[in-house]
C-alpha cells in the first residue's frame, strides 16, 4: 500500500497567515492526489483535487502544487472559517485509496 | 443542490451485525461509483468500499472484506453497506461518498459503535 506522511499534525496560527502543509507519498504517484476539510459534525469537503485543481466553489484562497511523491497545500490568508483539520489523500492506480494523517488547524 | 444522508448507525455488540443506508438526491444516482469511508475515533480516515454505478466492479478494504458488503439501489437513490462479524475495531463514524478515488461529496455520517 502506497503510505501517505502528512505534517505538521497540527498547528496554530494567526487570522490573515500563510499556512502550508505537506504530504509525502511512499512512492510516485503523478498527480493523483486529492485534499479534503473536515469540521465535526459537518461533511467533510472536497478543497483541492488532481493536486493543485480547485473544486468549484472553494475560496480561491486554498491552493495545492506538487507531483510525484512530494505535495504542498496552503492557505494563503487564514481565516476563522478555515479552522478544521485537512487530509491528503491519493488514488494512484490500483486501490487501496490512502489518507494522510491528518493535519488540524487552530486559531492562534 | 448534492445531498447525501446515512441513517443506521448505533451500538452493537462484538459480533453484531448492522446496516446503513444513504439516501442519495441531488444529481443522477445511477450514473455515479459511490463510497463508504470511516474515521474511528481520534484516528484518520479510511476508505471501505465502493460500488460502480452498475454493481460490476466493488472494492473492499482488506480490514473489512468478507464482513461487510456493500450494495446499492438505483432505483431508490440508495447506498447500503450491510457489516456483520462487526469488531471493536470497527467503531468509527462512517460516510458515504460520491465518487470511487475522488469524494466530491460526503454525507455528515454516521456512527457505528461496537462495544460490549
Known amino acids: 500500500d502506497i503510505q501517505m506522511t502528512q505534517s505538521p499534525s497540527s498547528l496554530s496560527a494567526s487570522v490573515g497567515d500563510r499556512v502550508t502543509i505537506t504530504c509525502q507519498a511512499s512512492q510516485d504517484i503523478n498527480n493523483y492526489l486529492n485534499w479534503y476539510q473536515l469540521k465535526p459534525g459537518k461533511a467533510p469537503k472536497l478543497l483541492i483535487y488532481d493536486a493543485s485543481n480547485l473544486e468549484t466553489g472553494v475560496p480561491s484562497r486554498f491552493s495545492g502544487s506538487g507531483s510525484g511523491t512530494d505535495f504542498t497545500f496552503t492557505i494563503s490568508s487564514l481565516q476563522p472559517e478555515d479552522i478544521a483539520t485537512y487530509y491528503c489523500q491519493q488514488y494512484d492506480n490500483l486501490p487501496p485509496w490512502t489518507f494522510g494523517q491528518g493535519t488540524k488547524v487552530e486559531i492562534k | 443542490q448534492v445531498q447525501l444522508v446515512e441513517s443506521g448507525g448505533g451500538l452493537v455488540k462484538p459480533g453484531g451485525s448492522l446496516r446503513l443506508s444513504c439516501a442519495a438526491s441531488?444529481?443522477?444516482?445511477?450514473?455515479?461509483?459511490m463510497s463508504w469511508i470511516r474515521q474511528a475515533p481520534g484516528k484518520g480516515l479510511e476508505w471501505v468500499s465502493y460500488i460502480s454505478s452498475s454493481n460490476t466492479t466493488i472494492y473492499y478494504a482488506d480490514s473489512v472484506k468478507g464482513r461487510f458488503t456493500i450494495s446499492r439501489d438505483n432505483a431508490k437513490n440508495s447506498l447500503y453497506l450491510q457489516m456483520n462479524s462487526l469488531r471493536v475495531e470497527d467503531t468509527a463514524v462512517y460516510y458515504c461518498a460520491k465518487g470511487n478515488y475522488l469524494a466530491d461529496y460526503w454525507g455528515q455520517g454516521t456512527l457505528v459503535t461496537v462495544s460490549s
Open positions: 441531488g444529481f443522477t444516482f445511477s450514473d455515479y461509483y
